[in-house]
């Protein structure tokens, strides 16, 4: 046996997890404008018209609807962004985030 005997070692790979995702909900009311409800989506969430439309009559039939899934901190973001571009003309627009399960 020599000093210089190499013995193996292990590489450890760190686990890298996935950012846990949220999903961004479109809330209805009976009060914002559809037509605005359909431009907040084209402008926050880069929807085109028919996809935009198509999103808020489903929140307007089922009471609510997810817009999109996103990292935490961009689903927030937007949900926020989106909500206040209805406050800032009165509107009671709402958007809300929950954990994607």
Do not use: Q
């Amino acid at each position: 046996m020599t000093d210089t005997e190499l013995i193996p070692r292990t590489v450890i790979k760190p686990k890298v997890e996935r950012p846990k995702l949220h999903k961004v909900i479109l809330v209805n009311d009976d009060y914002t404008p559809r037509e605005f409800v359909v431009s907040v989506l084209k402008a926050e969430f880069r929807m085109g018209p028919d996809e935009a439309h198509r999103v808020m009559v489903t929140a307007h039939r089922k009471g609510s609807c997810v817009v999109a899934v996103f990292t935490k901190d961009i689903a927030e973001t937007k949900a926020t962004r989106a909500t206040d571009a209805g406050r800032r003309l009165g509107f009671p627009l709402l958007f809300t985030t929950e954990p994607e399960e």
